[in-house]
């Protein structure tokens, strides 16, 4: 008589999978979780912050001392008149380059199979994206202390405390809904290198081709009918009209227009991408 030999079956592989009924708190929950993860990193990387101290204090000091006595002329003013003008859009610019910083970092987080232990655990998909914009809104907020700290400096008259806090909440509202894009292209694209190259293609024509450094009245005809409602135009010349004084209506609804546009359309696209690639 043979023996039979008893194979035991072999255990099944479980994926644990975000639970779909995750409510709002257990959202909330996780997402705090994940910024404070975040905050510790960046206390363990320092190194993490220099692009939000420094950048700052380069632009500043390189636009005020290097253009300003030309375009200060033309202001009628000399440099202290480009400083008044050139801080409250230098406040606009702050949202679009430190929102870069998110895409980079979550593409490198997908290399270093930091993403592949949240997928191990049952969180909230979009709680790991809005962690991400959450500390990124944070190091913006650093990133535009200092630069009033260096704009008060080189001489420029803080005489409106809300109008200046208005125009910082204007640009980290405006940021938040730049990120989601960035965020679209840490997940989509293949490195770092290749979302901060892509990063550089949208910025330098939205900053350039708009009223952040220069009055537009200079620019020929179809560049002014593309700063008139660029979004980087929009903010900087509300935030101008927040800080300095001056007409606020039109740059404040061409801003809050491409926030709502921006967030409705790519948020759901990063969290979507991101989950089917976690």
């Known amino acids: ?121 049952p ?27 260096v704009a008060v400096l080189v001489g420029f008259d803080i005489n409106n405390w809300a109008g200046l806090f208005g125009a910082i909440g204007l640009s980290a509202l405006f940021g938040s809904a730049i990120m989601w894009i960035f965020l679209v292209l840490g997940v989509t694209m293949k490195n770092a290198q290749s979302v901060q190259a892509m990063g550089f293609l949208v910025m330098m024509p939205l900053q350039f081709g708009s009223s952040i450094f220069a009055p537009t009245q200079s620019m020929p005809g179809w560049l002014q009918n593309f700063t008139e409602y660029n979004p980087m135009s929009g903010l900087a010349d509300a935030a101008r009209g927040l800080m300095v004084g001056g007409p606020v209506a039109h740059g404040l609804w061409v801003t809050l227009a491409w926030t709502a546009g921006l967030t409705l359309v790519m948020a759901p696209i990063a969290i979507r991408k991101f989950t089917k690639q976690s």
């Not at 975000?18 to 909330?28: E, T, V």
């Not at 949202?95 to 655990?121: C, P, W, Y």
């Not at 962690?131 to 990133?143: D, N, Q």
Request: hydrophobic content about 50%.
């Open 1 to 121: 008589m043979s023996a039979t030999t008893v194979t035991a079956p072999a255990a099944p592989t479980i994926k644990v999978e975000a639970d779909p009924r995750i409510g709002l708190r257990g959202h909330l929950r996780h997402t705090g979780a994940l910024v404070r993860r975040n905050l510790l990193w960046i206390k363990q990387d320092p190194e993490s912050m220099f692009d939000a101290v420094l950048m700052p204090i380069v632009f500043t000091l390189l636009f005020v001392y290097v253009f300003g006595g030309s375009i200060g002329q033309s202001l009628g003013g000399g440099q202290d008149a480009y400083v008044q003008y050139v801080i409250p859009g230098m406040v606009a610019m702050m949202s679009m380059n430190i929102a870069q910083g998110v895409g980079t970092g979550f593409n490198e987080d997908f290399h270093k199979g930091i993403m592949d232990r949240f997928r191990s655990l």
């Open 123 to 149: 969180i909230g998909r979009a709680s790991v994206l809005i962690a991400k914009v959450s500390v990124e809104l944070l190091r913006l907020l650093v990133a535009t202390t200092v630069l009033m700290v």
